[in-house]
């Protein structure tokens, strides 16, 4: 498999996982003026650049704990998972459901290698989905008790300066984690360890760019369609998913921001009224995560044993 295309698979992963995940970590605080949305792009765009410098944990369990890529045909199981995974995500997201790319690459990868014959760590699998399922549920439960502290504790001003940390701790946590599939991805596609600095600075500036493309789609849904959210609510929910998933990075588990932070909106709005949550929205949401992982995974599957069956 040609390093070249590699590279642009690798590339193109990181420009649609800005598109994907770039609006939703934004939108919701939209409604707040502490956080402007291109301050707000930059302060994310510092973080994914520079906390895999300190950890890369996360990007670690999709290079080793998963599968073994290093193997006879890893390349070839790297660029078919890379492209499943897009496939779906992009035409979810086209239909203004925006999904997980974590999901999406974990069933992909793991596909694909099975496909392929390589070894696949099931407790591993099973560890990552586990976490992965989890993870939207703790934020709701943590954003339940956050918007009750927040009711009685930020009110006007105060309110913004929770916007702020609150806005911090959700970059911090994305970068922590769920942004590492990013520089995953290179790790398999350039077959090299850790986390340097120009690698960290062209997949930041790669998700940028997806950012920007995606930002009024992906912000419209989580930030208006799941609810009529009010400041208290995005403020609410950047504590709780950037808690929740911050959390999960400390173990190792690759999660979705985008599923925490829809979690934590519900949970939010749960704890007002569950006449807030538009709960047909949300459903169609998580029917559309439901769907990610499975059709990843049995798509990388069949064109693996395609590929074995013309190349034999």
């Known amino acids: 498999m040609s390093l070249i295309v590699l590279t642009s698979l690798a590339a193109l992963f990181s420009i649609i996982t800005g598109i994907n995940d770039g609006g939703a970590l934004l939108a919701t605080g939209l409604k707040l003026p502490s956080v402007r949305p291109m301050l707000g792009l930059a302060v994310l765009m510092t973080a994914v650049a520079l906390v895999p410098l300190v950890t890369h944990r996360v990007a670690s369990t999709f290079t080793t704990r998963l599968t073994s890529t290093g193997d006879s045909g890893g390349q070839t199981v790297t660029a078919v998972a890379v492209i499943c995974a897009l496939a779906v995500v992009t035409f979810l997201s086209s239909r203004g459901r925006p999904t997980s790319l974590t999901l999406a690459i974990v069933g992909a990868l793991t596909g694909a290698s099975l496909g392929w014959g390589l070894p696949v760590s099931v407790s591993s699998v099973v560890f990552v989905l586990a976490v992965a399922m989890a993870a939207p549920f703790v934020g709701g439960l943590l954003a339940v008790a956050i918007r009750k502290m927040l009711t009685r504790v930020a009110h006007g001003h105060t309110l913004r300066q929770w916007h702020r940390g609150g806005f911090a701790l959700q970059c911090l946590a ?32 790669l998700f940028g760019v997806g950012a920007l493309y995606g930002l009024p789609r992906a912000g419209r849904t989580l930030s208006r369609e799941i609810m009529a959210s009010r400041p208290l609510h995005g403020v609410t929910a950047e504590l709780a998913s950037g808690t929740a998933v911050i959390g999960c990075a400390a173990i190792g588990a690759p999660v979705s921001m985008t599923q ?23 459903t169609k949401i998580v029917l559309a995560w439901t769907l990610t992982l499975p059709v990843s995974g049995l798509l990388a599957a069949a064109t693996t044993l395609i590929i074995r069956g013309v190349t034999a």
């Open 260 to 282: 925490t932070i829809a979690g934590a909106l519900i949970g939010a709005g749960v704890a007002e009224s569950t006449g807030r949550v538009r709960w047909h929205t949300a």
């Open 174 to 205: 994305y970068a922590a984690n769920d942004g590492q599939k990013m520089l995953a991805i290179f790790m398999l596609a350039l077959d090299f360890e850790g986390a340097p600095l120009s690698i960290c600075l062209i997949v930041t500036a």
